[in-house]
């Protein structure tokens, strides 16, 4: 992709390396002009490495030179690197342990990037909390792509379970509002309101959303087409 020209950034899950697994992934990224990684604990337990924890990978690519502190300008191979957040709650840890944890990684990102979630609610309270907190990194929101309605009820169900912790953990809540035994109709999920909700927020420069990410899980063309229709509604009001 980056050879074709496409902005790539590939997740780098840390508790799938070693630290020399992670150097030499992180030097073929380098040696192909790759300048932004995401970088998450990733979902392997327990860590198949030395690394446990998305800091620990960190502070190792800090440490080697990959990466550098958000408030230095030292020419590194990856200059932008982002983190993932959980405003619907962190699967593993207690809500203190994870804002500490992220405004420790935070000074290394430069940007915080959402789960999967379906409340703008929601995600307008967490960006609140996390500048209560003094954590100023612009944030990126997590939108789910098109997908299935069916799907997203076998996902909930336990029933899928192709897909990443987090994004099955989105819909799961979503489901839990609604009833585990709703069936939806066989019709795609779209962005439309969810983004219309958004609007406030990421129009508002003192709150450093810097953007949305779709989650496309496998469909990439339908999501595009989505996203199309939905921008479309959109700006025709």
Known sequence: LAERGYV?????PIRI???STLASTLDSYAKIGITRIFVPGGDEYPALGDLVTALDGLKFMKREGYIRHSSEDDNVPFTEVGVPAFPDGHPYLPREDAMESLIAKSEFATTITTDVGFSAKKREQYIHYLRSHGIDTPVVIGVMGAINRTRMWKIAKGIDMSLPAQIRRGIDLLFDGYGRNVIFLNEPYRAD??????????????????GIIYYTIGRVEFTFESRDKTYKTLTSG
């Open 8 to 12: 790539v950034a590939p997740h780098v």
């Open 17 to 19: 390396h070693s630290p």
């Open 193 to 210: 309101d969810f983004l219309r909700k958004l609007e406030p927020l990421v129009s508002d420069p003192k709150i450093k959303v810097a």
